[in-house]
């Protein structure tokens, strides 16, 4: 083989590997660090107290540092004064105030939610139990978990208190997270399309000042979006706009300084950093005290957790802890402008010693008129639309990402949530039923039934959420739920029946009909695996369509993307399940589904990447993720969220395939039916578009070459050729 023939043929081998090595890349990271890190959240080390003194008061403590796996750090006050100040400094988590504890502020601010005065002289029957849920709303229920029990086993009854309570427009602490999120999306992702599309704007003499701008213009967007638009955040905005500031800054100034290092490829460790290492760390989704100690040391490193906890000091803790976030961001701001610029001096240096005269830039390879090495073919546009073009592919990334999710999860609370109420009697379940929806009003959707066995199969089947068995004299009431059918519905449904339960002064016992396992914990599995599934599809879809558009001919398309699907599923399950232990059994379902999923949505890109190339990301990645995840019934419960969510979720592919593995996993595949149907029409519907469209384009070429001269002189053989190929 001549050396002219193996060149082209490396180049294509290398353009492919690319193609298919990128997109495996980015999702073995993001399923591995985020199903390692949160599968199975359990605390460790969680910084408690209990308030009191005496024999009472030591006990607790001991017993609460002598528990299976250390999940706390207990620790001993004498005041319940010192309690809030700690739990307000976020020193502790939370506190046990046992009773006839010293409180110099009893009569004056010691209140629960809902106002009532604490019952501190109640005869030493009630703890209180302190919280802070703007710290942390699943910290708050890790304590409750933890220091109830410890107060049960004094015959203690446990009144909640909250010194620093999440508001009504933000009951899950999400406005801080996707303020967060979005701030490192719109730094890194920004510079990102800048390095390919723009290069010399990555020189630092004009880094700066862009990106200063476009970190401003975004601060605004976000606040906008999470405060006046959705209502997630009210309040502080001059502190929350120079956060989100400072964040975006730094982080688009550290991706500038990794694309010197590792050039196109730079995203990877980008992304690695600021979002599937970072979400994990940022004590916003989960607390910091129930993941692998490796990110409570990234808790204190990484951009994204200084965000957030910035942010969240800010907005409901008086600002008090938001300077050391704020330093935070400031090194990494420092650091990565000296590193920059060292390494652009270094370049420099290194060039002036192999200077050939077409002054190349060292910093960013294009020459020094500011265009690359080739020849332009034509004149570039002004500056400022370059500018506006390439930050309009951000700018709607960030807006979509925000505005959509956080519309759809920072107000969790129950709508029309279908339970049953069990009586012995129809007459008897019908009166219940029709006093709780008076109480209840719209959250919930209550039906009547007279059997507990028909109570139990609809939650199987997952029409109702759960059900309360009304009790017979002298027994307890049963709360019938399926944790397997999300946690966050398990929740709403346990507190609200125990509620009622105890204003009725009836004991109650929990049955969970379809548990979850240890190693899924919070339920979330399912929704990482349809992720990871979803990402494989579209990601090599769009990069295809920018590196090796003539693999989109329907030709090639289905075989390759066949042979991808079937490999992707296969290393998401194994990452998942034999490597990190977070899926148990049932892998070849899993695999079947994966592979279909994959499948699907790399047609579904396919179709958008022929009008689009490139930028058939942005309505694939609203469909399937900013759309898809509130939607799914994954991480929020799907009662949970605005009616068009709810809407959505009978329709798009995300919501199918994580029920489709939910019904697998914890209920033996039943009702999996309806989810493989709407994957089939999307996947069915993609496949016949992508072939009218190979045949239209085909057919357009076919006529376009007819009626070109140039193409017909170009078609002819040269004379001798076919005696020469005979040869």
Known sequence: ???????????????????????????????GIYVSAMHAPQPHD????????????????????????????????????????????????GALVLPNSSDSSDSSDSSDNSGNPDSDGNGGTTAQLWTAQAAGASQTMTVSQL?????????????????????????????????????????????????????????????????????????VVIWTLAGPVIGAVSGHAPEVLGTAFLGIFAVGLTQ????????????????????????????????????????GFLHHVLPLPAVGEALRAIVYFDGDGAGVHLLTLGIWALAALLLTAGVDLLKRRKAEGKTDGTGTDAATGEDAAGTPGAPAARKAPHPAVQYVMLGAFPFLMVVLMVGLMLSGMHKPLPRDLPVAVVADSARAAEQTAQGLEKSLGSSFDIRPL????????????????????????????????????????????????????????VRTENIDLAPLPAHDGMGTVTLYLAIGFTMSGFIVVTIMSAAARELLRVSRLLPVLAGWAVLMATAVWLLAGPVIGAVHGHAWQILGLGA?????????????????????????????????VPASNGGVALHMVPG????????????????????????????????????????GAALVLNVALDLFQHRRDRDKDLTDPAALVAAEPAPGANAEALR
């Open 1 to 31: 083989m001549s050396e002219a023939g193996a060149t082209p043929r490396a180049a294509n081998a290398a353009r492919y590997g690319f193609v298919f090595a990128f997109p495996f890349v980015m999702v073995m990271l993001l399923v």
């Open 46 to 93: 969680l910084p408690v107290a209990v308030v009191g003194s005496g024999a009472q008061a030591e006990r607790s403590v001991a017993a609460l540092d002598a528990a299976d796996g250390s999940p706390a750090d207990a620790r001993l006050l004498r005041s319940v004064d010192e309690a809030k100040r700690q739990l307000h400094d976020r020193e502790i988590a």
């Open 147 to 219: 220091l109830t029990p410890v107060a049960a086993a004094s015959h203690l009854t446990v009144e909640a208190h909250d010194v620093a309570p999440l508001p009504q427009d933000d009951q899950s602490g999400m406005g801080v997270l996707y303020l967060s999120v979005g701030a490192m999306l719109a730094g890194y992702m920004a510079v990102t399309v800048a390095s390919s599309g723009m290069p010399r704007l990555l020189r630092l003499k004009k880094l700066v000042p862009v990106l200063a701008g476009w970190s401003a213009l975004m601060s």
């Open 256 to 295: 500038a300084f990794l694309t010197r290092l590792f050039g196109p490829i730079a995203v990877i460790p980008g992304i690695t950093l600021f979002m599937f290492l970072g979400v994990p760390a940022s004590n916003l989704a989960l607390s910091i005290h129930t993941m692998p100690g490796f990110f």
């Open 450 to 505: 007279t059997s507990a066995d028909e109570a139990k199969r609809q939650i199987r089947d997952r029409g109702i959420a759960g059900a309360y068995v009304l009790p017979a004299p002298g027994e307890k009431a049963q709360i019938l739920s399926a944790g397997g059918a999300g946690m966050s519905q398990q929740q709403v449904v346990q507190r609200t029946f125990a509620q009622i339960a105890a204003q009725q002064g």
């Open 596 to 628: 279909l999923m994959v499948f699907t949505v790399s047609l579904v890109t396919a179709v958008f990447a022929r009008f689009l190339g490139p930028l058939a990301v942005i309505p694939v990645v609203t469909l399937m993720m900013f759309l898809g």
């Open 644 to 683: 068009f969510f709810q809407a959505l979720h009978g329709v798009l592919p995300l919501p199918a395939v994580v029920e489709a593995i939910r019904s697998v996993l914890y209920f033996g595949a039943d009702g999996i039916g309806g989810h493989l149907g709407t994957l089939a029409l999307w996947g």
